[in-house]
């Protein structure tokens, strides 16, 4: 099982949007998995939507979790690549996913039967 644990690194802002302030507009982030002590990072930029005045957040009572939920949000289906792109670079530091050569480029007298 993969423990996952996002890092939020940036939060680009403008001073004021729609009659709101300090509005995110985009998120740098690093999405890190680890299993068994072995881990891989992937870090990303995203821009998020404009903010609806209903639902907006000021900034001082963001939480992480906040931020999280909008890149997840943002990401969409993305985010399932992301994890497994994390997952097969951790495989392949543990030696569990190895590459072998092309089977088309091998002689044939030398491939294995």
Do not use: C
């Given at each position: 099982?993969?423990?996952?644990?996002?890092?939020?690194?940036?939060?680009?802002?403008?001073?004021?949007?729609?009659?709101?302030?300090?509005?995110?507009?985009?998120?740098?982030?690093?999405?890190?998995?680890?299993?068994?002590g072995v881990n891989h990072s992937v870090?990303?930029?995203?821009?998020?939507?404009?903010?609806?005045?209903?639902?907006?957040?000021?900034?001082?009572?963001?939480?992480?979790?906040?931020?999280?939920?909008?890149?997840?949000?943002?990401?969409?289906?993305?985010?399932?690549?992301?994890?497994?792109?994390?997952?097969?670079?951790?495989l392949r530091k543990q030696g569990k996913?190895?590459?072998?050569?092309?089977?088309?480029?091998?002689?044939?007298?030398?491939?294995?039967?």
């Amino acid at each position: 099982m993969i423990d996952y644990s996002w890092e939020i690194r940036t939060l680009d802002t403008i001073p004021d949007k729609d009659g709101l302030s300090r509005v995110i507009i985009g998120v740098q982030w690093s999405l890190k998995g680890e299993i068994d002590g072995v881990n891989h990072s992937v870090e990303g930029y995203d821009y998020l939507n404009s903010p609806d005045s209903n639902s907006f957040v000021a900034y001082k009572e963001l939480t992480e979790e906040n931020v999280i939920s909008w890149i997840e949000t943002t990401l969409g289906t993305k985010l399932n690549d992301i994890k497994r792109n994390i997952e097969i670079d951790i495989l392949r530091k543990q030696g569990k996913i190895v590459n072998l050569p092309k089977p088309w480029l091998l002689d044939p007298d030398l491939a294995p039967s």
